[in-house]
């Protein structure tokens, strides 16, 4: 069976393809003439690429937001659009590739600044301290990418796992000290490369002791110890992980948050400290930011 539209080709009913004109709702003007900072598309899964430290390149599935900004006079934004540059790549997005989709989401997309989020999970092989035994341990990075105008800016995060013991419960308890897993949080820009490794090693050995996927007992045994002897408090644990971070050249600006997931307590114990300088000029304290 035949069906013959109004306007177009002949199409056979099964066909799905059309030359019929359709309304292209988000281009109408919007009298409410409020702008939007941010609209796009969110929790987009997709396999990309990264570099590894160790073994040149790592592969694994990322979480990624893709957003623009909207002029007043439009009613909305072509989400379509965003999916369709993403998938413009190839098939497996690699880092170096970034500034590219986000000047392209600005040309596409008739906007002047665009950003993209990319969460992943990262693994390292780890030996356990005394048996040896490898394993893998995962943490989570981010890569959040800007481009405004022609304007640039990059900013790696990795959130590492750690134990905390507490120096009070040591000093005051007759019998050993209340311990917990907590998780740090390191935002940085950078001027010069900076590893994911290189952030999850600085965490991890200014807690009481670093996180392994496989103990075995004489393993379970010297992290235990190890933790001991080395209480932090939560204000401890940002504090060392900056002097770290100071020491680090290539760092320009840090945010460093850490939460311990108390053991004797219905709360969290919290820390923050983030370097405050001036970066509407695109200097810090005489530095040119890095922008990606």
């Known amino acids: 069976m035949l069906i013959k539209p109004k306007k177009g080709k002949i199409l056979n009913n099964n066909d799905t393809t059309t030359t019929l004109k359709l ?66 790549e190839d098939r497996e997005l690699h880092v170096d590739s970034i500034d590219s989709i986000l000047e392209t989401m600005q040309k596409r997309l008739h906007s002047h600044s665009s950003h993209i989020e990319i969460e992943f999970p990262y693994f390292k092989l780890k030996e356990a301290p005394v048996s040896k035994k490898p394993s893998l341990i995962d943490y989570t990075a981010k890569f959040h990418a800007v481009r405004s105008g022609r304007r640039k800016d990059f900013i790696l995060t990795v959130k590492v796992p750690v134990t905390t ?19 740090v949080t390191v935002s940085v820009r950078f001027n010069r490369t900076v590893w994911i490794e290189d952030i999850i090693e600085i965490v991890e ?69 983030e370097s405050h300088k001036d970066f509407i000029n695109g200097t810090d304290n005489g530095h040119m930011i890095r922008r990606y």
């Open 205 to 273: 050995s200014s807690a009481s002791s670093e996180l392994y996927s496989l103990l075995k007992r004489v393993d379970e045994k010297q992290v235990t110890e190890r933790a001991y002897e080395n209480p932090v408090f939560v204000e401890d644990l940002v504090r060392n992980v900056v002097l770290k971070l100071k020491a680090k050249k290539n760092i320009i600006w840090y945010s460093v948050e850490a939460e311990n997931f108390e053991s004797i307590h219905n709360h969290n114990a919290y820390a923050h400290i």
């Open 165 to 183: 013991l507490c120096p009070c419960s040591k000093n005051i308890s007759k019998y050993g000290a209340h311990n917990q897993r907590g998780e």
């Open 23 to 88: 309304p292209d709702i988000q281009n109408n003007p919007d009298v409410r003439e409020i702008p939007i900072d941010k609209v796009g598309v969110k929790n987009l899964k997709y396999p990309i690429a990264v570099k590894d430290k160790d073994n040149e390149l790592q592969h694994t599935i990322a979480t990624i937001a893709m957003t623009v900004d909207l002029p007043k006079e439009f009613k909305g934004t072509h989400m379509s659009r965003f999916v369709e540059i993403l998938q413009s």
